[in-house]
């Protein structure tokens, strides 16, 4: 739907813009003419994209709405253990989501990053999240570890963070999930 409006207005922009070169008279124009109509087109830019940005917004409100919204965020704590690939999510033992790695994506988590990983919408109740993380573990050894919890959704937005700890007393890489409140 926002791409039809979009696709709409940059109809009638290129419209304008070529209604104004062919009702333009034959003689050069004058620079303070020249310059109105480029501050005009640059006004009309300027609206598509807050236009765009309310639209996205409106979206958003209107997929998820606060009552049923759910989402899932993922964030690094150092993680010298463990190297990332890949994750899967489950809710309810539906897969919602999976995502594969790339360096710079692990960089920035690295770099304290989170990324949302899921956002949809979860009815109140008893759930199940189940997160599978695949990488490789200390001393390069191929590691799959799932980390699970039950949750109980309200009416209210809930958000879920998985995250991925070092435990350096163990040498080994932790798998948490924390609800946040």
Known sequence: MIKYYLFLLALFLSGTALQATENSPQKPEQPAQKQSLENRIQDLKKQVLELNRDLFHL?????FPANTQFTIFLSFDIGNYFN??????????K??????????E????????????????MPSGEHELVAFFTGKGPK?????????IKLK???DPQFVELQITDN?????????????D
Request: glycine fraction near 10%; charge should be positive.
């Open 59 to 63: 979206e958003e409100e209107l997929l």
């Open 84 to 93: 990332l690939d890949a994750v899967q999510i489950k809710l309810d033992d």
């Open 95 to 104: 897969i919602v989501a999976n995502h594969l790695y790339t360096e710079r």
């Open 106 to 121: 692990l960089s920035a988590l690295r770099r304290g990053g989170t990324q949302r990983l899921y956002l949809g919408n």
């Open 140 to 148: 390069g050894r191929d590691y799959r570890r799932g980390s699970s």
């Open 153 to 155: 959704k309200g009416s």
């Open 168 to 180: 350096t007393r163990q040498q080994q890489p932790e798998f948490k999930i924390k609800v946040w």
